[in-house]
């Protein structure tokens, strides 16, 4: 199958198109290299050959519907990824137009595109951000969603798109609802980098190694019992899985139609929980202060993955934290030993 993977440079979507390589499908990459790496790519195509594929990079911007359109008539697309997209949640409180703009006008052309062109199966990237924050735990799909930020209003949106072009033009679409995507590939090749990073664990691990001044804590009065949030972390490898899965589960639906699923570990684990996993996974201490808390972040956010696991037959293979963070200190130690 030829996937197009939107925003394939990216953390996640580099992970996807290694994914996408072993499991022998062929991932067109269209990334305007905006956030992305083109050495992210040439680690994840690594392999291609091997397998007689020929994955490619198609550089264009989402926002410009005329590459979208070029990319669809130049090229045959059986299957569609949507990675491209801002999601940093404390941003997009500061600049909605960004983030309104940026991910309904970019959305709005990939579906025009792909819809002309007949190609209607669409995975799409959401977050756990439309939910807001939730009055039970784990969260179910079934939750209301009433996000109290643009970007999880945003997103929430697409996804009520994505509905709507079921019902008009017999589109095939799941949403995965991202918990906390975390870790790097096991190869140590592949991994998250940010500019500016937000994510907790690559700061944890960059106080670690000097790289950054003490890690910035958002708030110690939350109602938690360490009074730092609490998020659930899944492992980048795992989030990639479930595309393939909900790719394979878009070709057995007999009709058009929408699916909304968690990808969680089922777990939550508080901000002081994850540095303490740090230091035991690294054996040095983490430096920290204390700061306000960011607009946007709620005191908890666990996922509940049974429909997931059901429906897709997705689990988590990666439930360890350590584990989880392991992989990342092997990822930012090789990065400073040779950077890119």
């Not at 198109?17 to 956030?35: K, Y």
């Not at 799409?124 to 009433?146: D, H, L, N, R, W």
């Not at 996804?159 to 949403?175: C, F, R, T």
């Amino acid at each position: 199958m030829r996937v197009l993977v939107c925003g394939g440079a990216g953390y996640i979507g580099s992970h996807m198109v290694r994914e996408l390589i072993r499991a022998g499908h062929t991932p067109v990459v269209f990334d305007n290299l905006s956030t992305g790496h083109h050495w992210a790519l040439e680690a994840a195509f690594k392999g291609a050959a091997e397998k007689g594929l020929e994955p490619e990079l198609i550089t264009g911007d989402i926002l410009n519907l005329g590459d979208v359109d070029d990319l669809f008539e130049k090229r045959p697309i059986d299957a569609v990824m949507h990675f491209s997209a801002r999601s940093l949640v404390s941003e997009s409180v500061l600049r909605p137009d960004l983030y309104y703009h940026g991910i309904l006008v970019g959305s709005l052309n990939l579906l025009a595109a792909a819809n002309q062109a007949r190609v209607d199966k669409i995975i799409f990237s959401s977050t756990a951000a439309v939910y807001g924050t939730p009055e039970e735990m784990p969260i179910e799909e079934s939750c209301p969603t009433q996000p109290i930020t643009p970007y999880g209003q945003a997103t929430k949106m697409v996804e009520m798109i994505l509905e709507d072009y079921a019902q008009a033009h017999g589109l095939k679409s799941v949403a995965l609802r991202y918990f906390n995507a975390a870790g790097a590939d096991p190869g140590g090749d592949l991994g998250e980098e940010h500019q500016p990073e937000t994510h907790l664990i690559p700061n944890v691990l960059k106080a670690i190694l000097g790289q950054t001044p003490p890690l910035e804590i958002f708030g110690n009065d939350y109602p938690t019992p360490d009074g730092t949030p609490i998020r659930d972390y899944v492992f980048v490898g795992d989030v990639a899985r479930a595309h393939l899965l909900a790719l394979d589960f878009l070709d057995r639906q007999p009709r058009p139609g929408f699916s909304a699923f968690n990808i969680g570990s089922g777990r939550g684990f508080s901000v002081m929980e994850v540095m303490a996993a740090a230091e035991r996974v690294t054996g040095q201490w983490v430096p920290y202060k204390f700061a306000h808390r960011r607009p946007g972040d709620p005191p908890v956010l666990v996922a509940s993955a049974e429909k997931a696991k059901k429906e897709l037959g997705w689990d988590p293979e990666v439930t360890s934290l350590d584990e989880i963070i392991r992989s990342a200190w092997n990822w930012f130690r090789q990065r400073a030993e040779s950077p890119a």
